[in-house]
Nanobody
Framework: QVQLVESGGGSVQAGGSLRLSCAAS?????MAWFRQAPGKEREGVAA????????YYTDSVEGRFTISRDNAKNTVYLQMNSLKPEDNAMYYC?????????????????????????WGQGTQVTVSS
């Protein structure tokens, strides 16, 4: 069982930046960031495999968000720049057990909730206009 703990959320004005961190308690393969706004489904935002050879972003954050990871620290990051009010959401970190979630995202054209086995508790991001 891998435990994930997110940090770094907060409130920022539109155009600002935040950096989220997610620390894992053990070895992880594909790690991803999801977000969920009130009344909406959970959406995959970015994913990266352990070898950093596969990176996937949903269209709405491409060019503004950057996912990275430090395997020595078992930590994944999400640098969010040029934040918009529509980025308001609870952001969740996730990891998969089988190591196929990142390649699945590329093949499917979306990061799927069902491909991930471990989830953090979430960190709130609030962007004001």
């Amino acid at each position: 069982q891998v435990q994930l703990v997110e940090s770094g959320g907060g409130s920022v004005q539109a155009g600002g930046s935040l950096r989220l961190s997610c620390a894992a308690s053990g070895y992880t393969y594909c790690m991803a960031w999801f977000r969920q706004a009130p009344g909406k489904e959970r959406e995959g935002v970015a994913a990266m495999n352990r070898g950093r050879t596969i990176t996937y972003y949903t269209d709405s954050v491409e060019g503004r968000f950057t996912i990275s990871r430090d395997n020595a620290k078992n930590t994944v990051y999400l640098q969010m720049n040029s934040l918009k009010p529509e980025d308001n959401a609870m952001y969740y970190c996730a990891a998969d057990r089988a190591g196929r979630a990142c390649s699945n995202a590329v093949l499917a054209g979306t990061i799927r909730v069902t491909d991930f086995d471990y989830w953090g508790q979430g960190t709130q991001v609030t962007v004001s206009s």
